[in-house]
């Protein structure tokens, strides 16, 4: 989750039906793994960075790159490893080192997103070179894929999420699974937060900080956690943004993210049929039942791209989610769909599927080196997105489970949203068939010793919920300050004056607000994306 989604409040989420939830998938806590002896990292910690130009004709001139090292298998880094890309913005001012920033996802590139969005912390750079980095599997960092997108495809359209032919989508899901393994190469068995958290310590001691100075959106408020507990003692200024829950299961938050998202389709289409040119016309009630006519229509026929794969409806929920994480981009999703609907044009939708990156020349690499820009896959985001998600997630229902729960969880999910339920709940399926995921995080991410860190909880906010916020914060214990943002839309710092001011003075300053302080709404402006992602 990277950007805003709506100014609306979020719709409360009925708790009939996230008991329904828990009920049926399962939400147990697992025993917390043994603690494992460490090998020997030495060598990736002794580490210096070598800054050039970034690669790229539209790469800001300020903008420097590097990459760093990481073991492949923390537990065996002598097996192998892989490069971490990195970018930076110099301090303007007198440095007090590095902060480095996670746009959210998870699967969002960050080098792209500073690149693109990086005008909004040229603040911050007057204490601190600004940082960011591609995680493991995502962007130019060994960036997993699921092959040509047919095999999720395939899951959503062949198999469907319909309870009356569950073998038929549990062998889709298999399959599924097998190509994403099969495309994504050995860092997919390695990817996940827990790990991401320890790459991250590797780029703090290489950036030469004694401490981890950081600022992580939504999913990189998870990240942020993740560091917190394996490192309390290297925590420095932290603020989480948009907070992640550490807790609710991967079923609960599906529901949770179809209903922001309706949210989000409900107030586009409030704004799109105020406009002329809206291909839903003017008719407001009328045009929530053609977007759910066009994504039914174009999954029973999908339409042929330019770049000879097929274009259904659940690739155009993907599309329309990513078009609604900011409020500036609703009129290039408007012409987008109008393209769709007038002319059968795929390409601006398209688009927005693959959050704007462009489909590789050639097979990505997979050998651990940094994969050219141009080569990054076209579906690494969401492969990425599904992949880090599966790989923090201990639950794997069986299959004998699915099948019987299949038809509940259909039904909850399209009570969720009618258009993004389907989608929301495909993604959560499609862990099945993957080796069962980490522990950690719902069991040791609790309870840190760490240095105060800032968590920014917005009252509107569709993705995150604020509830997150407190429960995260209730989580992690007396370290966490919570600031209460009383705006609306996912996370606080590009969209509240109030937020952003508070941020920078902690960041900057240690001037840290008191716990539970608030800011006010400012209905004055509007988000900026800082990235494109799930």
């Avoid at 192998?80 to 998870?106: E, H, I, Q």
């Amino acid at each position: 989750m990277l950007a805003k989604l709506s100014t609306r409040p979020a719709v409360r989420r009925c708790a009939g039906a996230s008991a329904l939830v828990l009920a049926l998938l399962g939400a147990g806590l697992p025993a917390a793994a043994a603690d494992q002896p460490q090998p020997d990292l030495s060598r990736f910690y002794r580490q210096k960075l070598t800054w050039t130009a970034c690669p790229g004709t539209d790469t800001p001139d300020d903008l420097q790159c590097a990459k760093v090292t990481v073991p492949l298998d923390y537990a065996r880094p002598r097996d192998g490893t892989l490069d971490v890309a990195l970018a930076r913005y110099r301090a303007s001012g007198t440095s007090r080192g590095s902060l480095l920033l996670n746009f959210g996802g998870p699967g969002g590139a960050g080098v792209p997103a500073l690149a693109a969005e990086g005008k909004q912390f040229m603040d911050l750079t007057k204490g601190y070179d600004v940082v960011t980095f591609d995680p493991r599997g995502v962007g130019r960092s060994s960036p997993v894929s699921c092959g040509d997108g047919d095999a999720l495809a395939s899951a959503w359209t062949e198999g469907d999420t319909d309870a009356g032919r569950p073998q038929t989508l549990l062998k889709q899901l298999r399959q599924a699974a097998d190509r994403c393994a099969r495309s994504s190469g050995p860092v997919l068995a390695h990817i996940g937060t827990v790990n991401a958290s320890r790459d991250l310590d590797v780029i703090r001691q290489a950036l030469g900080d004694d401490r981890l100075n950081y600022l992580g959106f939504s999913y990189g408020s998870r990240l942020g956690a993740v560091y917190a507990a394996q490192f309390p003692g290297k925590v420095g200024r932290v603020v989480l943004d948009g907070v992640d829950t550490l807790t609710e299961s991967p079923a609960e938050q599906g529901v949770a993210g179809a209903e922001g998202q309706q949210t989000a389709l409900d107030d586009f289409l409030d704004w799109c049929t105020t406009d002329l040119g809206c291909p839903f016309g003017q008719d407001r009630r009328r045009a929530g039942d053609q977007v759910i006519r066009l994504v039914r229509s174009l999954d029973e026929n999908p339409v042929p791209t330019d770049f000879g794969g097929s274009f259904s409806g659940q690739d155009l929920v993907g599309a329309i989610g990513q078009g609604l994480y900011s409020r500036e981009l609703w009129p290039s999703l408007e012409r987008a769909l109008a393209s769709l609907i007038d002319d059968g044009d795929t390409r601006r939708v398209l688009a927005f599927a693959t959050g704007g990156i462009g489909l590789p020349r050639e097979r990505h690499r997979t050998d651990g080196g940094l994969a050219d820009t141009e080569d990054v896959p076209a579906d690494n985001l969401p492969a990425a997105l599904m992949a880090i998600n599966c790989a923090d997630d201990p639950d794997r229902p069986t299959a004998a489970r699915l099948t019987r729960d299949l038809k509940d969880l259909r039904a909850v999910y399209d009570q969720a949203s009618p258009v993004f339920g389907r989608y929301r709940l495909t993604q959560l399926l499609l862990c099945y068939g993957r080796p069962k995921g980490t522990d950690f995080i719902r069991d040791r991410v609790k309870d840190v010793h760490t240095a105060k860190m800032l968590l920014v909880g917005t009252r509107g906010d569709p993705a995150t919920p604020y509830q997150w916020t407190v429960e995260t914060a209730q989580r992690l214990g007396p370290s966490a300050v919570v600031l209460d943002n009383k705006g609306e839309g996912h996370t606080g710092y590009s969209s509240s004056v109030c937020v952003h001011r508070k941020v920078n003075d902690f960041l900057l300053y240690g001037s840290l607000p008191a716990n539970g302080s608030s800011c006010p709404a400012d209905a004055g402006r509007q988000s900026v994306t800082p990235g494109s992602g799930g």
